[in-house]
């Protein structure tokens, strides 16, 4: 008997050691918990989102497209040297004059003319020769194509810029709205863990009835089925949690295992004015998506505008090249007239592409092909413009909707705070179950998480409308959840 008595002591002693070194263990390999607020979350996403990097590069070629664009007007310069031998050689021809017998008698010319000589021709094998051959060359070509084409460069770099701010404020929309889905799923997810507890509890006190024979089997067996029916409800909500800080850290550039604390949004939500015709009117100017068409618009115009003129205008080129020589250079004295043996040209040139002239060459078809994207790209504006503005009036809608139903939901609190207070006042007084406490509190929680459910989604829908009409974010959304930004 005491050696029983000696086991269970050393039971009780050890297994809570061994419990606890377990559950340190297991903290202690568990990933470290990050504390994030909203901007801190953007700023990450911001430095680490790698196609927003890779904009950032090509972006900074077309800068550097436009600071040097002035470079359009260095003439381009050529030097070249070549030392060759010719394959076959070469026939030198000519006559050699006689000089020493005069032919006037033969040709019967009158005395006293000048006495007149005769040459004999001559031909000459010449053998493949070396040569050497130098050339430098300066060339300017100046059309009026010249000037659209730097104002095109500019615009360029301006779409560019339009384009990358539209990328990153996207990211940060996503990103401030994946915070909140967490901040609502996490609220969720707790609620539920609290529901599947009480069901727990219920399913213990049926079981303790049924055994007291306070009870029939039939309610031992409804509290059974009421505690499974929720667990797989509870492990999709905990899978959906884990999937969604997955997807959180990778859009932050961190390991998807990463564990984050996110600061709750606890207080209700002030209502936002929201005037809808300025919103309407902002959102077809200020759009990202909107600024975006308007600069591709004006770029694809411009370069057709610098097309259109380098066919239909003249050009002007200036050239001029310096290209002495010399045959076989491996003879010291050929070098001494090499400068004179060519000394180059200068030369202007007007010239203009005729084909442009008329409409039925590719050149002219390819003008009204660039107008017609260019007719196509308005169209698309248009839409857009169209469709920003009925997203802008139906996020409105929903919010004022959201904002309506919120009063109603947090009357809904109340009552439920009622119930909850009155119940547990009656377990006090032994009139009602510790189980029957857990369900009215659970009922509360579930009012408290309908009313946060609102207070996340307006904010997200202000979200949206910020970057519909270009505000920046906090504008709106900061001042409905009494934030300063």
């Known amino acids: 008997m005491k050696r029983k008595l000696l086991v269970i002591a050393l039971a009780i002693t050890v297994f809570p050691r061994l419990v606890f070194a377990q559950e340190a263990a297991d903290a202690s390999s568990a990933a470290p918990v990050m504390k994030i607020t909203p901007d801190e979350a953007v700023k990450l996403a911001i430095k680490n989102n790698l196609s927003l990097q890779s904009n950032l590069v090509e972006l900074d070629t077309k800068k550097r497209k436009t600071d040097l664009q002035w470079n359009q007007f260095i003439p381009s310069l050529d030097a070249r040297l070549t030392l060759g031998r010719q394959n076959q050689g070469t026939t030198a021809s000519g006559v050699e004059p006689l000089r020493n017998i005069p032919l006037n008698s033969a040709l019967g010319l009158p005395s006293g003319t000048p006495d007149v000589y005769g040459?004999?021709?001559?031909?000459?094998?010449?053998?493949?020769?070396?040569?050497?051959?130098?050339?430098?060359?300066?060339?300017?070509?100046?059309?009026?194509?010249?000037?659209?084409?730097?104002?095109?460069?500019?615009?360029?770099?301006?779409?560019?810029?339009?384009?990358?701010?539209?990328?990153?404020?996207?990211?940060?929309?996503?990103?401030?709205?994946?915070?909140?889905?967490?901040?609502?799923?996490?609220?969720?997810?707790?609620?539920?863990?609290?529901?599947?507890?009480?069901?727990?509890?219920?399913?213990?006190?049926?079981?303790?009835a049924y055994r007291a024979g306070l009870a029939p089997e039939l309610q031992l067996l409804q509290a059974q089925v009421s505690k499974e029916n929720k667990k797989p409800e509870l492990n999709e909500l905990e899978n959906q949690f884990k999937t969604l800080k997955a997807n959180f850290a990778f859009m932050l550039g961190l390991p998807t295992e990463t564990d984050f604390e996110l600061i709750p949004q606890t207080d209700s939500i002030a209502a936002v004015p929201l005037d809808i015709q300025r919103l309407i009117a902002d959102a077809a100017e200020k759009k990202p998506d909107i600024r975006e068409l308007k600069a591709q618009i004006e770029f694809a115009k411009s370069g057709r505008k610098a097309r259109a003129w380098q066919q239909n205008t003249p050009y002007l080129a200036l050239s001029w090249n310096f290209a002495p020589n010399v045959i076989d250079p491996w003879t010291p004295s050929r070098w001494d007239d090499w400068f004179k043996q060519d000394g180059g040209s200068f030369s202007i040139t007007l010239g203009m592409n005729l084909n442009g002239l008329v409409p039925l060459f590719?050149?002219?078809?390819?003008?009204?092909?660039?107008?017609?994207?260019?007719?196509?790209?308005?169209?698309g504006l248009k839409q857009a413009i169209q469709g920003a503005e009925i997203e802008v009036y139906q996020t409105i809608l929903s919010l004022q909707n959201a904002q309506t139903s919120l009063g109603a939901m947090q009357e809904t609190v109340k009552l439920a705070q009622r119930s909850y207070d009155s119940t547990y006042r009656?377990?006090?007084?032994?009139?009602?179950?510790?189980?029957?406490?857990?369900?009215?509190?659970?009922?509360?929680?579930?009012?408290?998480?309908?009313?946060?459910?609102?207070?996340?989604?307006?904010?997200?829908?202000l979200i949206d409308l910020e970057y519909a009409v270009g505000a920046s974010f906090g504008t709106l959304s900061g001042s409905a959840a009494g934030n300063e930004n």
């Open 362 to 379: 590719k050149e002219g078809q390819a003008l009204k092909d660039i107008d017609n994207q260019i007719k196509t790209a308005e169209l």
């Open 426 to 461: 009656a377990y006090g007084a032994g009139l009602q179950t510790f189980v029957e406490v857990r369900s009215a509190e659970d009922a509360l929680n579930q009012a408290k998480l309908g009313v946060l459910s609102q207070n996340y989604a307006y904010i997200m829908g």
């Open 119 to 208: 040459v004999i021709p001559y031909s000459v094998d010449v053998d493949p020769q070396w040569f050497f051959q130098t050339n430098f060359a300066v060339g300017w070509n100046i059309s009026a194509a010249l000037f659209e084409g730097l104002r095109n460069f500019r615009l360029d770099y301006e779409a560019g810029l339009i384009s990358y701010e539209k990328a990153e404020l996207q990211t940060e929309r996503d990103v401030r709205k994946l915070y909140y889905q967490m901040l609502l799923l996490e609220e969720n997810l707790k609620l539920k863990r609290e529901s599947y507890e009480t069901a727990e509890r219920q399913e213990a006190s049926a079981r303790a």
